[in-house]
């Protein structure tokens, strides 16, 4: 079925370093991303967010990408921290005939070291 | 803290049981949705209500159900367990659908 993907499962970087953690969509009709961060033992946290009128958000040490021709989103984080540690997931607001729901990857594992 | 709370955090129970898993939704969401995590695995959608009516279902087995109280909690009932039952369990709420979503902690299903 349709879902959305990750490039990466793991990603490796350095302290200071800035990372970018892709995701591949396939629903073309999907109108609304988000980018999580889920730490070990925890639930999904909410980073930011996108609608497919923008192609570009920005946050605090974030920002989204969102290229609809290619079906491609992007988190950027800068000055990547120890704290950043944790796993990425996009997640897509997907409708169809069965109705509205937030579809997830399958994530990407960050690893920051100092 | 992100508002949504679920009970209980731990459980362990045995094949054949049934279980219920509680979620509270943060205040004024009325969508709540409820995820399946598997070890090393993304989040599965199961099932989203919005305001006590089911909006949306993804790969729920016939032998998972939920619902939505008039009071917006929602609850997501296993029945028949089997040992692949056994993952982390969320649920997460919003004002609508196509809003941003807030997880709960998750209940830890151990099945035995």
């Known amino acids: 079925g349709e879902s959305v993907g990750l490039h990466l499962p793991t990603l490796s970087v350095q302290e200071g370093d800035n990372s970018i953690i892709n995701c591949a969509y396939s629903?073309?009709?999907?109108?609304?991303f988000i980018w999580y961060k889920q730490e070990s033992g925890k639930g999904p946290q909410f980073i930011i967010d996108?609608?497919?009128?923008?192609d570009k958000r920005q946050g605090q040490r974030v920002t989204v990408l969102l290229n609809k021709t290619v079906k491609h989103l992007s988190l950027q984080i800068a000055a990547t921290q120890p704290g950043d540690s944790a796993v990425y997931f996009c997640a897509e607001n997907w409708d169809n005939q069965a109705g509205t729901a937030l579809i997830f990857g399958k994530g990407t594992t960050l690893s920051v070291s100092s | 803290d992100s508002g949504v709370t679920q009970t209980p955090k731990h459980l362990i129970t045995a094949t054949g049981q049934r279980v219920t898993l509680r979620c509270s939704p943060r205040?004024?969401?009325?969508?709540v949705y409820w995820y399946q995590q598997s070890l090393d695995q993304g989040l599965q959608f199961l099932i989203q209500y919005y305001n006590g009516e089911e909006r949306a279902k993804g790969n729920i087995l016939e032998r998972f159900s939920a619902q939505q109280f008039p009071d917006l909690h929602s609850e997501l009932n296993l029945s028949s367990l089997e040992l692949g039952d056994s993952a982390l369990y969320f649920c997460?709420?919003?004002?609508?659908?196509?809003?941003?979503?807030?997880f709960g902690q998750g209940t830890r299903l151990t099945v035995v």
């Open positions: 205040s004024g969401d009325l969508s």
């Open positions: 996108i609608r497919s009128n923008m």
């Open positions: 997460a709420s919003s004002v609508a659908a196509g809003t941003e979503a807030f």
């Open positions: 629903n073309s009709a999907s109108d609304y």
